[in-house]
């Protein structure tokens, strides 16, 4: 298995917006169910959002309302639409695919920082 490819994160102030993007690549991408996560220092990863094959999603309580996650099977790629932004989404976003509990299936990439201001 590859890492997938996060992209899209930068500095921006609160109440801007960002959209993440993960590629994935392999004829399996469009029927995994991808996940969002992030870590701040210190902390653990914790899942933001996840979209299933079907196209059915969910979220930490965190970014409901705020953040949507969507995914284009064409170009094997998981969209994360993040709409105003507050500080404490500062955080390094990763992607991957759950299997149950913390566990998921590909190797960690490197991940997009995510830095909002106040």
């Known amino acids: 298995q590859v890492p997938l490819v996060e992209s899209g994160g930068g500095l921006v102030q609160a109440g801007d917006s960002l959209r993440l993007s993960c590629a994935g690549t392999g004829s399996t991408f469009s029927i995994e169910t ?10 653990q990863r914790e ?12 979220y930490a309580g965190s970014v409901k309302g705020r953040f949507t996650i969507s995914r284009d099977n064409a170009k094997n790629t998981v969209y994360l639409q993040m709409n105003s932004l507050k500080p404490e989404d500062t955080a390094t976003y990763f992607c991957n695919v ?3 509990g913390t566990l998921v299936s590909r190797p960690w990439g490197q991940g997009t920082q ?3 201001s106040s």
Not at 34 to 43: D, L, S
């Open 114 to 116: 995510v830095t909002v």
């Open 98 to 100: 759950p299997v149950g």
């Open 47 to 58: 899942l933001v959002a996840a979209i299933n094959s079907d196209g059915s999603t969910n």
């Open 34 to 43: 991808i996940a969002w996560y992030r870590r701040t220092p210190g902390e």
